[in-house]
């Protein structure tokens, strides 16, 4: 069952990247109208590729790997405490 | 007549959730048959009178050369990822190495990073080795951002596996490799196919960093292309909707053959691990010089 939820935390987390694909597609790459849909890894993107300021990129997705690490090691802490293992 | 209501309310949210799924498809196979007048009219309508001009103007465009791009860059790159996957899993398995579970456990986590992260610095080092804009990079980026989920539900089926036919096989004489190649892998066809298929539709449907990663026109794959069809035909909704048809074809296609293994392959990674003991393969090595004591172990 823990594999089962594990397995769900983790697909959650791949579709959540999927939205780039959305937001690229419908807004032209631009995140319009006006920045409402700007998700972080079109922010990312943007910034890297379009706006030519990658260090600006590189410190936005440190953030966002920190907030994933965040997640992961709650994840794992609730896991052990409950005493299973993930494999 | 309670269970009937609740039978009925049922398969009425399924029903919506499938008409709300397949709305989209709908409109994007449609439109494609239509001309860009009609289907402003009319974007709901039945195509009456069917055109083909839309898929001529995209095929007439590079989309066919887009197309093997992406054939190139799925099957490689699955290809590699699958062998990989499957020796590592095996590898996660069976063999008691030192920091195995720290291994495991590091490889679990890389699953949640977004690729996203990984972008800039990837760029740099493509640019550094000067690979940007070949396949080779792209299919080394994608081998290595599917090769943790995929070693990990291989490793969790491996377990699976029923230690006696392993000691079967063992007692028979087979070596390592021989009960791999000719026990495991047989055993494992159905994960195999759901791995391969979940990763096809993730390299094919991949924008991110196909993107980035492909930037001359003749290497790019048809989901960059067809994005770029927008400004190029200033909106022309049927021309993007047949590249959107086509694109769909191949992968709606292997969906559909792989389908009998795609379900029970999801359950047997995904969900059957956690019943199966978690280290029942710890100590096979010696299994074969003590067949009686391996049978006592047993239990």
Not at chain 2, 181 to 191: D, I, K, W
């Amino acid at each position: 069952m823990w594999s089962g939820a594990f397995y769900v935390v983790v697909e959650a987390i791949t579709m959540v990247s999927w939205v780039f694909n959305y937001v690229y597609v419908m807004t032209n790459g631009q995140g319009g109208p006006g920045d409402s849909t700007l998700v972080s890894e079109l922010y990312i993107y943007q910034t890297a590729f379009q706006y030519q300021a990658p260090e600006v990129a590189a410190a936005a997705a440190t953030i966002l790997f920190g907030a994933t690490l965040l997640l992961i090691v709650l994840f794992f802490r609730v896991q052990r405490r409950t005493g299973l293992a993930v494999e | 007549m309670t269970r009937a209501v609740g039978r009925l309310s049922k398969h009425a949210v399924l029903l919506v959730a499938t008409a709300a799924a397949l709305a989209p498809v709908y409109v994007m196979v449609s439109a494609a048959f239509k001309s860009q007048s009609s289907f402003l009219d009319h974007p709901w309508a039945l195509p009456l009178h069917p055109t083909l001009s839309g898929f001529r103007a995209a095929l007439a465009d590079q989309f066919p050369r887009w197309f093997a791009n992406s054939a190139i860059l799925t099957s490689s790159s699955v290809a590699i990822t699958l062998t990989l996957a499957a020796l590592a899993g095996w590898g996660f398995a069976r063999w008691d190495f030192r920091g195995r579970d720290t291994l495991l456990g590091l490889l679990v986590s890389l699953m949640v990073v977004p690729p996203v992260v990984l972008l800039v610095p990837l760029f740099v080092f493509g640019v550094k080795i000067g690979w940007i804009s070949t396949f080779r990079l792209v299919i080394v980026i994608y081998v290595g951002l599917m090769l943790p989920p995929s070693v990990y539900m291989l490793a969790n089926f491996f377990r699976t596996i029923p230690r006696s036919l392993i000691e079967a096989a063992v007692c028979d004489g087979a070596s390592s490799w021989r009960v791999f190649r000719y026990v495991v892998l047989p055993l494992s066809a159905a994960p195999l196919v759901t791995l391969a298929i979940v990763n096809l539709l993730w390299v094919w449907n991949e924008l991110l960093i196909a993107l980035v990663f492909l930037q001359d026109d003749s290497k790019k794959t048809p989901m960059v292309g067809i994005t770029g069809f927008q400004s190029r035909y200033s909106l022309n909704v049927p021309v993007i909707m047949s590249g959107l048809t086509l694109a769909t074809l191949p992968i709606v296609t292997v969906y559909v053959f792989g389908q009998r293994f795609f379900v029970r392959g999801l359950v047997s990674g995904a969900v059957r691990a956690s019943e199966a003991q978690p280290m029942s393969f710890a100590r096979p090595a010696r299994l074969h010089l003590h067949p009686r004591r391996a049978k006592r172990r047993r239990r």
